[in-house]
């Protein structure tokens, strides 16, 4: 099982742009899914971006053409790039390889109107 650790949550303002980094334990390069969730105050966890390790990617319908996933298998770490960010984008934010069972513990995006 690879230990995953989130980064670069924050709080921004309506339009701005953060990127989440998810540093992995080991070699990301042989996962063949990996993706990003978030999950709001009283609503169900939802996949917002995946990746594959063919180089597929996954977008919501909420979030296409707005984030961005992509691997870096050198640094072992997986990011999601988030621009026009909006107030409903507001959510927990976790990495995932799910069919490893790996979940890190989350990174807090806050977005103010």
């Known amino acids: 099982q690879v230990q995953l650790v989130e980064s670069g949550g924050g709080l921004v303002q309506a339009g701005g742009s953060l990127r989440l980094s998810c540093a992995a334990s080991g070699s990301i390069s042989s996962i063949s899914a990996m993706g990003w969730y978030r999950q709001a105050p009283g609503k169900e966890r939802a996949l917002v971006a995946g990746?594959?390790?063919?180089?597929?990617?996954y977008y919501a319908d909420s979030v296409k053409g707005r984030f961005t996933i992509s691997r870096d298998n050198g640094k072992n770490t997986l990011y999601l790039q988030m621009n026009s960010l909006k107030p409903e984008d507001t959510a927990m934010y976790y990495c995932?390889?799910?069919?490893?069972?790996?979940w890190g513990k989350g990174t807090l995006v806050t977005v103010s109107s």
């Open positions: 990746s594959s390790s063919g180089g597929g990617t």
């Open positions: 995932a390889a799910p069919k490893m069972d790996s």
